[in-house]
């Protein structure tokens, strides 16, 4: 038992002849569908396996160690900067008893060019059980699943996909809402280049969500409604927030401004959260966002630190969602 | 008949169905080939006299040698990927027997040096190799290459294929000196202004898979500028490789209504395939000019069938393993796409889509011939070089990129059924390819 669960360890001090051989094998797992207990995405996750998750995530406390994951070995990958996404994966595995090593890019053989195959094998070599993966190309998280036979977890991938920040905005949603039906949400924000939102719409449209898109042409493209059934594309803050249950506002990069037709003021104008169209929604509305926030851009600081933000809430939610994730990860759900 | 590959000597080609659009043929017809040349072509067991070798072609169809006019055989520089040996061999295999090589090579083919080194016997071609050397020197866009030297060295046509010339002068100058010299000009119509990261076609697809997107104007724009400077400057000679927009497409009709010398051709993988079929970040559906929408599709699939189309090339680009198994936007761009093309254009042009399969062979030979003006092919007339494809369009069979004889086996056909294929392949009344 020990000593095969450390077999890839030793493997490291095999002479050299070996090796050849272990990639072999290594390669041999060419193709494959991705391992049990992955996730790489929410589009095609089915809607009962994601309210098991949240079910899950609201048995999970973080203040009381639950040693499910013990002996477990999970990497954080991460090619990319993170604070929330990369601390609460790591406080998620450590209060369930698994042991977590971070891989970045800087300061790896990923600096000297080695590539994410490679890094993949090398860390399933090391004994990894499952890998985190948070990376700039939108797809990693899949070309890593399809060669390994260890659950990748997608911790944002490009452009594409942040699954555990839409599992715990929808914790956070049915903290405050009890439950998704007849909710109205208007994401408002730039849309185009983010992952959360493209997760997000693809879960709250899975329980009938009325999701509106609410930015300019550059960040919302009319093709985003698109992306799911019963999304809606608005051009006007006032009109994607009245009524609205949840409003969820996406960072805006400013040098993603830099080349657009857009300025900046004119965006702040148009579409800043403001306590005077908050006033629109829902009285009980609550407001989120993924953050980083940038106060005096997408939101006023009043509408950050005001009585329906629950962005911190959404941070907290963090750990319990990815130790949800995680144990699920690892086939130690109960 | 046997596998083994024969000497030159004189080879009849007994009971096959000719079809030779160029020359209005659609019957059942004998060939002899004799000293490299079409000695006969006549009704069936009208041929006298005898050859050292009889070739049985009942139930099948004996067309003229096809001709790819876009192919990247890698040499010189990237042998890893594919060398002049293999990618002929893929090309016989696929029933080509003269490929015109793309000059984006390490280092770029921009001299008469390089063109003639890729005309030596020593590179093991086993069909013609026709090059098509850069425009501009190292295909930079800045000045222009020696049209004429290129030219006496071997070169039918001028490209910086993978890198469109953009500059408006640059272009004008390229058709100028091309039309002095009756030198096609060959573009890669891409404003990549508006492609920079992109890795697909801009779409639902992209926007869902978090990619950004090409425009399909992107490459339209470019088209209708080249089309219009066609129009301007007398007597040159504009070919648009790869085209893939249904408003490129447009722009290509408006040039040949006003009677300029605009041509185009197509790949089987864009006729075929959409961008929705990426699926999960399948980075053998990444290429360059990107699969499109379905209305692209229909457009290509109309202007196939109705004559705006000169030509199918394969815009044969192979990558090794290393370079496609990446993150889908790090992926090299390209398919190969020599041994697919007939049972693509057999399968879903000809079964599918119903375009005869006159017009299909004419895509195949008449139509290149003629856009790269390479005379004495194209068509089985008595005289012509002895190139002959000899297929079944009835053979059914799985195309395993396993097998294949590319070096790369970048394919997204890999374990297609089809329906079509080559039975023999012959090149200068040599057989280079004979089917198991």
Known sequence: ?????????????????????????????????????????????????????????????????????????????????????????????????????????????????????????TLRAVGADAIVLRHPCAGAPHLLAKHLDI????????????????????????????????????IIGDIYHSRVARSACHLLTKFGVKVTLCGPPEFVPEVAATLAPGLRVSRHPEEAVRGADVIMLLRLQKERLAGQKIRLQDYVGHYQLTPSRLKLAKRDAIVMHPGPIIRGLELTGEVA????????????????????ILARALGKTK | ???????????????????????????????????????????????R??????????????????????????EPGQS?????????????????TSVCTMPNTAPVVDTAEWVAWLRDPERGAVVNVFPIAAATRSSRGATLTDFAALQRAGAVAV????????????????????????????????????????????????????LRGMPASAEASVVDRDVTLAQQIRESRLHVAHLSTSDALKAVRRGKRAKARVTCEVTPHH???????????????????????????????????????????????????????????RAAFGITGLETALALAITKLHRAHKIPLTRIVELFTAGPARVLDLRGRGSLARGNCADVTILDPKKRWTFEAAKSRSLSHNTPFDGWQFTGKVVATIVGGKIVYCAD
Request: proline residues 6%; glycine residues 8%; neutral net charge.
């Open chain 1, 151 to 186: 659950p990748v977890i997608n911790a944002g991938d490009g452009m594409h996909e942040h699954p555990s920040q839409a599992l715990l905005d929808a914790f956070t949603i049915l903290k405050h809402k009890k439950t998704f039906k007849g909710l109205q949400v208007a």
């Open chain 2, 1 to 47: 008949m046997t596998n083994a590959k024969s000497k030159p000597g004189s080879i009849l080609i007994k009971g096959g169905h000719v079809i030779d659009p160029a020359a209005k043929i659609d019957a059942p017809m004998d060939v002899l080939l004799r000293d490299g040349r079409v000695a006969e072509i006549a009704l069936p067991n009208k041929i």
């Open chain 1, 305 to 324: 630190d005001g009585p329906q933000s629950v962005i911190l809430d959404e941070v907290h939610n963090g750990v319990p969602t990815r130790m949800a």
């Open chain 2, 80 to 96: 890893y990927k594919e060398t002049i040996a293999t990618g002929t061999a893929a090309a016989a295999a696929g029933g080509f």
């Open chain 1, 1 to 121: 038992m020990c000593a095969s669960r450390f077999a890839g360890v030793f493997a490291l001090a095999l002479p050299a002849p070996l090796w050849p051989r272990m990639m072999q094998r290594l390669r041999s797992y060419a193709m494959n569908k991705p391992a049990r207990g992955s996730l790489l995405g929410i589009e095609h996750v089915e809607g009962k396996e994601i309210l098991g998750l949240l079910k899950l995530a609201r048995r999970m406390n973080p203040l009381r160690a639950r040693p499910l994951l013990r002996n477990k070995r999970i990497v954080l990958l991460f090619y990319e900067a993170s604070t929330r996404t990369r601390s609460s994966f790591e406080i998620a595995a450590k209060t369930l008893g698994a042991i977590t090593t971070l891989v970045q890019a800087s300061g790896s053989s990923i600096e000297k060019g080695e590539s994410l195959l490679d890094t993949g094998a």
């Open chain 2, 271 to 329: 006729f075929t395939l959409l961008d929705e079929d990426v699926g999960e970040y399948n980075t053998n559906f990444k290429m360059n000019p990107p699969l499109r929408s379905s209305s692209d599709r229909e457009a290509i699939l109309v202007a196939l069938a109705d004559g705006t189309v000169d030509a199918i090339a394969t815009d044969h680009a192979p990558h090794a393993t290393h370079e496609k198994e990446v993150e889908f936007e």
């Open chain 2, 49 to 74: 006299g005898s050859a050292d070798e009889k070739f049985d072609a009942r139930g099948l169809i004996v067309a003229p040698g096809f001709i790819d006019l876009h192919v990247h055989l890698r």
């Open chain 2, 159 to 210: 490209t910086d294929d993978g890198k469109p010339i953009l500059d408006d002068e640059i272009m004008r100058a390229a058709l100028r000196l091309g039309a002095e010299l009756n030198l096609p000009v060959v573009q890669h119509a891409e404003d990549t202004r508006l492609t920079e990261r992109c890795s697909m076609h801009e779409g639902p697809t992209s926007f869902r898979l978090g």
